[in-house]
């Protein structure tokens, strides 16, 4: 009888503890649905396969039109919504680096020979421990290239969007390594090298930051990516240059 009182035991607990460790994962994935909500589902998507979507979509495409090129900030932007007066195509990938852009232009970007290329990338960069300055070479690289492909294209470069480091919960906050001051650091070298290269630079970011320099705690939900309010920001910013 005791060892069978012992054995009960063991699996009553063996079950609160899993059904405890399922509600705290569930409630997790919850929290962090309700946060993201469907482009939680594209964080989480290989990035390699959407690359390869691209590559597919690409071929039968319509050439000639605008191409909004970028990491997961451009992804989860929708840009067909933000801008109904013109065709445009999203080529932004989740988590991607200004090197991932680079061995992905000639597919995602350069095939669709776009007549607009409205450029955002870096911040993952930084994350990763890449400077600056190796981050500006390699944007001065993807600039040239669509230059050199497509003369006649109208390139926008957007400055990187501030971070803020002290959002809560804590737990959902993606910030990571990305530091301001290296953000600013690029912002300071885009300006110049888009004057250099005969591209337009976007002031994005100041439209985005607090009182001390942080993205505004109201228009995040990570303080890396920005909400709907935060991406209505950047519309308007983007407006201005894009629809005419």
């Known amino acids: 009888m005791k060892d069978t009182f012992k054995g009960e035991k063991a699996r009553l607990i063996a ?13 997790l994935f919850l929290s962090y649905y309700a946060a993201y909500g469907d482009v939680l589902f594209s964080i989480l998507g290989n990035k390699n396969a959407k690359e390869r979507r691209y590559d597919k979509l690409n071929l039968t495409a319509q050439k000639g039109q605008t191409v909004f090129f970028g990491d997961s900030l451009t ?20 988590g991607d680096t200004t090197s991932g852009m680079l061995n992905r232009l000639d597919s995602n970007l350069l095939a669709l020979k ?3 290329v409205i450029f955002l990338g870096g911040a993952n960069d930084i994350n990763r421990g890449v400077t600056p300055d190796e981050v500006i070479s390699n944007i001065r690289e993807i600039l040239t290239r669509i230059k050199t492909s497509v003369p006649d294209c109208e390139i926008y470069v ?79 910013v983007l407006s201005e240059y894009l629809v005419k």
């Open 114 to 116: 776009p007549s607009r």
């Open 15 to 27: 079950f609160f503890t899993s059904s405890a460790i399922i509600l705290l994962v569930l409630s």
């Open 158 to 236: 957007e400055s990187l969007y501030p971070v803020n480091p002290y959002t809560h919960p804590i737990y959902l906050n993606s910030v990571d390594n990305r530091k301001n001051e290296d953000i600013l650091a690029i912002n300071a070298a885009l300006e110049p090298l888009c004057a250099e290269l005969g591209c337009t630079y976007i002031n994005v970011h100041d439209k985005l930051t607090d009182e001390d320099g942080n993205l505004r705690a109201d228009i995040t939900m990570d303080g890396l990516h920005v909400n709907e309010d935060g991406y209505a920001i950047v519309t308007a």
């Open 75 to 94: 992804e989860f932007y929708d840009t067909d919504t933000a801008f109904p007066s013109f065709p445009s195509y999203n080529r932004g990938i989740s």
